[in-house]
């Protein structure tokens, strides 16, 4: 039991480590940074339940589609941030 707890222990103090890391990097404190996570979740939670409703039925059924759609949407704004960073490195180099 003592065993599990401190592998338990250790995944704690690496998360924490690693949140307390990126917020630096980042230039903002933990707290806002997991109050921003926080706020992300329950935009998720918020699309997720709107796709839910308007498609109804089984949730298994369309979970792999919403799954999908998520998906793509973070490679869109993936590629939308890549443009940007491309077009705002060629401003600067001229």
Not at 56 to 66: I, K, S
């Amino acid at each position: 039991m003592s065993e599990a707890m401190n592998e338990s222990e250790r995944l704690r103090r690496v998360d924490r480590t690693r949140d307390i890391r990126q917020a630096n990097r980042q230039g903002t404190t933990t707290e806002r940074r997991s109050a921003s996570r926080e706020h992300r979740a329950d935009r998720w939670v918020e699309w997720f339940r709107y796709r839910m409703e308007q498609r109804g039925g089984d949730v298994a059924q369309y979970l792999p589609d919403l799954a999908a759609e998520l998906e793509e949407q973070i490679h869109d704004e993936i590629a939308a941030a890549i443009r940007q960073l491309k077009a705002d490195l060629i401003k600067a180099l001229k």
